[in-house]
Structures are given as structure tokens and as C-alpha cells.
């Protein structure tokens, strides 16, 4: 295990009024360029106005980029789900990426019992961790595809 290596997930309320592509593009555009000077890596995942987003990198710059981010009025209602070391970078690909889930990925709501009613309340660490992970295994066949 790489020991500075560091993750966390959290969650929270989109305040962004139509939350298209369009809409989380500035904060794509700025982020990708801010994680990648510090070794961050992640996935924001856009869904039922709601964010989803995994952050890992040294402990520091995680926790920097995560005290940003609470600051953010784009947001509100943001719960950390997890924070803990990581043997390994689970989003190495990107210095940030954002996915917005469509009626084509109903497949992984529904694998994940999610999809009757998305309840961000109701996510953990490990859900909002598997859900990601099962977002970037899509979003790499669709790239490569
Ligand atoms: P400043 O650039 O000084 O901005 C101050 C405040 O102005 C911000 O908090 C925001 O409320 C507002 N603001 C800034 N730009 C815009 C804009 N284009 N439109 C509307 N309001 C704006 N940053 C990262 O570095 N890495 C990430 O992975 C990351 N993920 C994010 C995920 C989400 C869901 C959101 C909402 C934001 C994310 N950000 C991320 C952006 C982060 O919240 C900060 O805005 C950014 O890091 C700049 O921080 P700052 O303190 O310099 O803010």
C-alpha cells in the first residue's frame, strides 16, 4: 500500500438549475486542471440533483481540495462518506472526470437497488464507492469502444 495514498467519497445536493453537461462543465474545466497539479484523481458522478464524487491523492492535497469544494454554493448538503487510506488509485485515469447517468445506465442503478428511488440519503461509503467504480467501468468501455 502506498502509505500518503488517501480516498474519499461524499455526496451531495446539486443546486445547479438544469445540471446538463453544459452546466458542470466550468467545474470539470477548473478541477481537471487543479487535481492534475496535485496528483488528485476522481469521478463526479451528476444524478437525481445530486453529486457523487470520489477524491484520491496524498491526504493533504485530498483534504485542500475537499475543504474547496465545501465552500462551493453550486452545492449544499455535502456528507462525507468515507475518508479513509486506499491501497491504490481507483480513478488513475483522470485527473477528473464527469459522468451524468442516462437511461442507458439503468443497469447499474438497478444492480445496485437504486434505481426505485435514488435516495442520496441512504448511500454509504461503499455503495457511493461500488456505484462509482461501476460508472467508470462504462465510461472506460465506451471510451476505448
Ligand atoms: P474560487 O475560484 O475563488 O471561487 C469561489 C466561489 O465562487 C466558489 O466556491 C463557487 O461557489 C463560486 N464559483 C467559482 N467559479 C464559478 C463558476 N464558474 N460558476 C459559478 N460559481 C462559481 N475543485 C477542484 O479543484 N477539484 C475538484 O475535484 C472539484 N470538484 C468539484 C465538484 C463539485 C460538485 C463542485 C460543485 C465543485 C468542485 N470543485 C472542484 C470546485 C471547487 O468547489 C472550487 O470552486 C474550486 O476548487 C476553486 O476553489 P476556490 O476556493 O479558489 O474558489
New binding site residues.
Given amino acids: 500500500m502506498t502509505p500518503s495514498l488517501h480516498r474519499i467519497v461524499y455526496v451531495?445536493r446539486?443546486l445547479?438549475l438544469r445540471c446538463d453537461a453544459a452546466d458542470?462543465e466550468?467545474?470539470?474545466a477548473?478541477?481537471v486542471e487543479?487535481?492534475g497539479r496535485v496528483g488528485?484523481t476522481?469521478l463526479?458522478l451528476?444524478h437525481a440533483g445530486t453529486?457523487v464524487?470520489a477524491?484520491e491523492g496524498g491526504h493533504r492535497q485530498v483534504m485542500e481540495?475537499y475543504g474547496?469544494?465545501?465552500?462551493?454554493?453550486?452545492?449544499d448538503q455535502c456528507r462525507l462518506l468515507s475518508a479513509e487510506p486506499a491501497a491504490e488509485r481507483l480513478f488513475g485515469d483522470w485527473a477528473?472526470c464527469a459522468r451524468r447517468l442516462s437511461a442507458d445506465d439503468r443497469a447499474i442503478l438497478e444492480t445496485l437497488a437504486l434505481r426505485q428511488d435514488f435516495d442520496p440519503a441512504r448511500l454509504t461509503g461503499p455503495t457511493a464507492l461500488k456505484l462509482l467504480q461501476a460508472v467508470r467501468r462504462i465510461q472506460t468501455t465506451r471510451v476505448a469502444a
Fill in positions: 451531495s446539486n445547479m458542470v466550468p467545474v470539470v477548473a478541477s487543479r487535481n488528485v476522481g463526479l451528476v453529486f464524487q477524491l481540495t474547496r469544494i465545501l465552500r462551493d454554493k453550486r452545492h477528473m
